[in-house]
């Protein structure tokens, strides 16, 4: 694992940007899955601005999220399909068909999760994972106890995490009971996996990250001895800080 505190939310979004950017420059069509929450926004900016700029392309890349509410479809605001559409996904350069976003509302949950999965294998598995962290170490929606060799499936979300993410609308949406959430397996079998750590609230799973043993009961544990895990994190959850 290669593990970088950064000291400013600047130089926290500035490292996982220039990280992906230099995927792109090694691997122009690489299979990347978001993650959505208030961590990834910076990043999210940042390759918009320098795609702009002409010192990336996002032309070529192929681009997945790792989940969504169940019941909540892509053209709702309050969707992640609609988030990443706004904060990233609706760059000038990144064509429709390098796109695709869980339907929440699809009448047939589970054939929707095998069609995510089968898109992801046709596109020759994920290049690389984005990842956000949960206060209670869930990675997509995996929360704890969800199983590690699961495909994109239905999980109960934790009160927990549906109060965390209530924080982000101020207009009475209701978090809904379930989310749909590309499996462990998956992500485990990225090729690279780049965790991003911010905010006082996920010390404790990063720290269950960092102790190295898989633990189930902490869902990024999962990540433990991946091959290329690099981890970007608030240099104020260093420990012993
Ligand atoms: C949400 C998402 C995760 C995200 C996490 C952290 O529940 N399902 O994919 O990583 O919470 O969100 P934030 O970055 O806002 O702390």
């Known amino acids: 694992m290669q593990l970088e505190w950064t000291d400013s939310g600047e130089a926290f979004a500035d490292r996982a940007a220039s990280y992906v950017a230099g995927l792109l420059a090694e691997t122009p069509a690489a299979v990347i899955a978001l993650p959505t929450g208030s961590t990834p926004v910076g990043l999210y900016g940042r390759l918009r601005a320098l795609a702009s700029a002409g010192k990336v392309a996002l032309s070529s890349a192929r681009y ?33 068909d390098h796109i695709r976003l869980l339907r929440g509302d699809a009448p047939d949950i589970a ?3 095998a069609a995510h999965d089968a898109a992801v294998a046709a596109w020759g598995g994920l290049d690389l994972a984005i990842l ?47 989310g749909l959430t590309m499996g462990i397996g998956m992500i485990r079998a990225a090729r690279r996996v780049l965790l991003m750590v911010s905010g006082r609230a996920k010390a404790e799973a ?9 633990d189930r009961d902490w869902p990024v544990t999962a990540l433990c001895g991946h091959p290329a895990l690099t981890v970007v994190a608030d240099a104020a959850l260093r420990p012993g800080r």
Do not use: C, K, M, Q
């Open 206 to 214: 990063l720290g269950a990250l960092l102790a190295g043993e898989p």
């Open 111 to 113: 054939a929707e999760a």
């Open 132 to 178: 956000g962290l949960g206060g209670n170490g869930h990675i997509a929606f995996n929360e704890p106890g969800t199983r590690w060799d699961a495909g994109t499936h239905v999980v109960p979300l934790t009160e927990a995490t549906r109060a965390a993410n209530a924080a982000y609308f101020a207009d009475g949406f209701v978090v809904p009971s379930h």
């Open 64 to 96: 997945v999220n790792l989940d969504e509410y169940v019941g909540v479809g892509p053209a709702d605001p309050h969707s992640f399909a609609a988030f990443l559409r706004r904060h990233f996904l609706d760059a000038p350069d990144i064509p429709a």
